[in-house]
Structure formats: structure tokens, C-alpha cells
Nanobody
Framework: DVQLVESGGGSAQAGGSLRLSCAAS????????MGWFRQVTGKEREVVAA????????YYLNSVEGRFTISHDNAKNTLYLQMNDLKPDDTAVYYC??????????????????WGQGTQVTVS
């Protein structure tokens, strides 16, 4: 089993920055892919970014590309999301997840092995 614990998040002004972290434990070395997803109440969950933990390949939601950077520290089994130039539309609960490097997981989170508890990001 894999356990994911998120940290970071909070409030920021538009144009500001925040950094999210997600520490993996348990069978962390078996993780192929990790991603950040976000959800606004009443709306469907959407992928923000994902990374192949083996070769570092990344995938980004169009609206965050160029502003957000996903990275993974293999030694620390920790996933990061650096969010710059934040916009009010980025306001959501952000979740990290671990799963297979496969299209349905990367784009929707379907088939995830584990999810973090979620952290609120509010941009005003």
C-alpha cells in the first residue's frame, strides 16, 4: 500500500505563488506516476499535472502550463507542485495521487492506487 500526505497550500493573492508537497510512504518505490488533481465543489475533478517518476515525463492542464511546475524527488519520495502567477480560477482543493503512467489515470485520476487528503488553495 501507498500512503500520501500533502502539505502546503493556503491563501495567496492573484499573481502570487504557492508550493504544494506530497510525501509518499509504504510501497512508494513501486509508484510509476504521480499527479496533482483539483476539485471545486459542484464540479468534476480535473488533472493539474502529472509526472512519470521513472523518466520525468510530464503532463499539464493547458490552463496551468507555463505557470505551474510538477517535480518529484525520488530520494525523498516526495512530489511537488510549484504554482506561480496564481489566478482566482486556480482556487480549489488540490489532491495528490499515485497511479500507473496510463492515459486514464493521467487525465482523470481513474485507477489511482492512493490519494492524499487534499489541501485547500484559495486565490483572491
Amino acid at each position: 500500500d501507498v500512503q500520501l500526505v500533502e502539505s502546503g497550500g493556503g491563501s495567496a493573492q492573484a499573481g502570487g505563488s504557492l508550493r504544494l508537497s506530497c510525501a509518499a510512504s509504504g510501497a512508494a518505490r513501486s509508484i510509476e506516476c504521480m499527479g496533482w488533481f483539483r476539485q471545486v465543489t459542484g464540479k468534476e475533478r480535473e488533472v493539474v499535472a502529472a509526472i512519470d517518476t521513472g523518466d520525468g515525463s510530464t503532463y499539464y492542464l493547458n490552463s496551468v502550463e507555463g505557470r505551474f511546475t510538477i517535480s518529484h524527488d525520488n530520494a525523498k519520495n516526495t512530489l511537488y507542485l510549484q504554482m506561480n502567477d496564481l489566478k482566482p480560477d486556480d482556487t480549489a482543493v488540490y489532491y495528490c495521487a499515485a497511479g500507473p503512467w496510463r492515459d486514464d489515470f493521467v487525465r482523470t485520476g481513474k485507477g489511482a492506487h492512493a490519494w492524499g487528503q487534499g489541501t485547500q488553495v484559495t486565490v483572491s
